[in-house]
Every structure is written in structure tokens, then in C-alpha cells.
């Protein structure tokens, strides 16, 4: 197989010489600038009270879960009056039918 030359590489086709060296001391030279809109700022607020809440919504079960369980192991459901038996089945009723 035989390759040809199709044209010769001419002076258009050199590589091109740098520009000038840009001048990087002026007055924005080094710094940076960020706008968050309003939007941004109260979605970030937003997301900050959900996170706070849930962790506090989360020691709080957390806590709740320890006394529950304390009152297990010293027997304090072990005898419920008919009052709180009663009550119990109508919040257990009352999640399943909504």
C-alpha cells in the first residue's frame, strides 16, 4: 500500500508562538467571589432545622427506647389494669385503620 502526499505543510500550519504574557496584577488577580441567592440561603436554612430536628427527634427516641426498656426488665407492664390494656388495643386498632 502507497501513501501519497497530499500537500505540504506550510507556513500557515506552524505551531503558533504564546501570546504576550497576560498581566495578573491587577486588582481581581487572586480573588474569588460567590453569590448565593436568596433562595439558596433559605434552602440551606431549611435543610439546617430538618437536620437539627431530626437529631433531636432521634436522642429523644433514643432516651425513650432506655426507659422503655428498664421498665421491661423490672416488670413494670407485667400487671396493666384493664384501663391501659384498653387503650393500647384502641391505638393499635386506630393505626391499622387510619
Not at 506552524?14 to 496584577?25: G, H, M
Not at 467571589?33 to 436522642?59: F, M
Request: aromatic letters at 4%; proline letters at 2%.
Amino acid at each position: 500500500m502507497v501513501i501519497d502526499k497530499i500537500g505540504g505543510i506550510g507556513p500557515s500550519y506552524e505551531p503558533r508562538k504564546a501570546d504576550a504574557a497576560r498581566d495578573t496584577s491587577g486588582s481581581r488577580a487572586g480573588q474569588d467571589n460567590i453569590v448565593i441567592s436568596a433562595e439558596a440561603s433559605r434552602a440551606q436554612e431549611v435543610a439546617r432545622i430538618s437536620r437539627a430536628a431530626r437529631e433531636t427527634e432521634e436522642t429523644g427516641r433514643a432516651d425513650r427506647l432506655k426507659e422503655v426498656k428498664a421498665k421491661l426488665s423490672s416488670g413494670a407492664y407485667d400487671n396493666l389494669s384493664d384501663e391501659v390494656l384498653s387503650t393500647v388495643a384502641d391505638r393499635v386498632t386506630e393505626s391499622f385503620l387510619g
